[in-house]
């Protein structure tokens, strides 16, 4: 039976599933009492979980103030994608050549999308998206990699949230290009599994930054890199 989780691994996985990936909170401090009463835990542990989410960059804590949850700026949005990109593509290699490309899983989530499609709430939405790319990256079967996309986990949730939020991502768009990675790594050509996810991330960056062109930023590394 495995043993309970500490009060400060509650704390963390609430605010890091719950509270960073909130696009109304961005900009606002966090309420270490409000967590706390929350999570059903002291105000250590969330202070606790609170420096382990500043070590990762995902909040900045301030003298005297807490915990700040920052604006995603542009060029953080470009990083973030491109990491995804990275970890994603070389993911589908692997995948593709041993044989693991877990296509079942992510047509299960595909298809979860697409009956979201009508009226799911965009919080649901952005799970499922989170849980599809995951999926993969989980396939390769590289856990420092798995720890290091862990790492990103919230802020892709919460730009996948900005982007339906604010600036007008359609998930019937999502879908198609789901779709497209999913077609492509059925097929087993792992070139176009690549192109597929870079094409994917490029869009989701035009959306976020209202780039006409991704030319500047995410788009396929130099050779050798992510391949």
């Known amino acids: 039976m495995p ?19 909130d696009p109304g909170l961005v900009g606002t401090f966090i309420n270490e009492q409000d967590i706390a009463a929350a ?16 070590a990762e960059d995902l ?38 050549a041993a ?10 989530r595909l298809r979860e999308q697409e ?17 599809f790319h995951v999926l993969l990256v989980r396939a390769a079967g590289n856990p420092l990699l798995d720890r290091m996309y862990d790492a990103l986990h919230a802020r892709h949730v919460l730009l996948g949230l900005i982007a339906a939020r604010r600036h007008g991502l359609q998930h019937a768009s999502v879908v198609h290009e789901h779709h497209t990675v999913v077609a492509a790594l059925r097929s087993g050509d792992a070139d176009a599994a690549e192109q597929a996810i870079w094409a994917h991330l490029a ?18 590394p130099p050779a050798g890199v992510g391949g």
């Open 39 to 54: 999570v059903g835990v002291s105000r250590t542990p969330v202070r606790e979980a609170l420096l382990r989410l500043a």
């Open 3 to 21: 043993s309970p989780r500490s009060g400060r691994e509650r704390a963390y996985e609430y605010l890091r599933t719950s509270v960073l990936t």
């Open 59 to 96: 909040v900045q804590l301030q003298p005297n103030r807490g915990a700040f949850i920052a604006p995603v700026s542009i060029e953080q949005t470009r990083q973030i994608l491109q990491a995804r990109g990275v970890i994603e593509t070389w993911a589908a290699r692997h995948c593709i």
């Open 99 to 108: 044989g693991t490309v877990p296509l079942a899983e992510m047509g299960a």
């Open 203 to 220: 869009q989701t960056e035009r959306v976020l930054t209202g780039a006409s062109s991704p030319a500047a930023g995410v788009g396929r």
């Open 115 to 131: 009956e979201l499609l009508l009226d799911g709430p965009d919080d649901e939405f952005a799970r499922v998206d989170s849980e």
